[in-house]
């Protein structure tokens, strides 16, 4: 099923919008994290992983499912396809497995810390803080990367897609000679 041209651009600009929001979500969680890790005033760390919380909590899934979702239609519902171009579907598996590691990880991670500055003690494991927010802004800048340069060329099942379709052309064009 192919989208109209009014869907897909309307799709396109919530995917383009909700990748743009996770990404600077996660360069504010990295911006936080850096805070809290490198100053010495309490009070600063408690609000900088207060922040993180508020925005892990609120922004995190919300953004990280829609752009799985809206990257998800544009792929099923127009030429590019989930599994015919090695860009799409090596995007498709790292928005899956950022978004999982977003609810499971980040946030955990995220709300132990708040609950650790809340309690009044020190943050122990500086790593946990940074390491999700660090390795989350990697994987969306090389997501960014790829939707630009569309690196790889076709997946097998995409040539394959592609040498059934010449074929099918070719055998439509045959025309007969007297």
Known sequence: M???RPARRATLVVHVIGAACWLGLTLGLVTLALTAITTDASAAVEASVR???V???WLVLPLALVTLVSGLVLSLGTQWGLA????????FWLTLAT???SAF???PGVDESAATVSAGNPVTDTADLIAGPLI?????LFMTVLSVLKPWG???RGQKQRASAHKRVDAGDVRQTA
């Open 99 to 101: 978004t999982l590691a």
């Open 55 to 57: 925005f892990a909590d």
């Open 51 to 53: 922040s993180m919380k």
């Open 2 to 4: 192919k989208l109209s």
């Open 154 to 156: 076709l997946t097998r």
């Open 84 to 91: 015919r171009h090695r860009w799409v579907y090596t995007k």
């Open 136 to 140: 989350s802004l990697s994987a969306y």
């Open 105 to 107: 990880a980040l946030r």
